[in-house]
């Protein structure tokens, strides 16, 4: 029997370098926002809230997939553009920034 591959979804690769919160490193906040930087091409994954430069974290693109897996949805989202939701539990809503 033949094992099914799924294909990574995104342009960048598993191991990009994302920014995001250490709250949602440790999966106390979820994903509420996500903006893929027109400038530097970087995606960031936040909660919402406003972030200190202390909160901050660096993960690669999969393992911040792998705190939430809704975040495929988003794999084509353009740079430049932010996308957002009120709850874990609600749909993405995008626009170009």
Partial sequence: M??????W????PENAAVITTHKIMKRQS???YVSHDDDDRMWQFLDGGDVSETEARILGLKE???IDPSLIQLADLPMGWVAWRET???????EKR
Wanted: aromatic share 14%; net charge positive; hydrophobic share 45%.
């Fill in 64 to 66: 911040v997939i792998d």
């Fill in 30 to 32: 979820p994903i509420l």
């Fill in 2 to 7: 033949k094992k099914m591959v799924r294909s």
């Fill in 88 to 94: 874990k539990f609600n749909q993405w809503i995008s």
């Fill in 9 to 12: 979804p995104f342009e960048d």
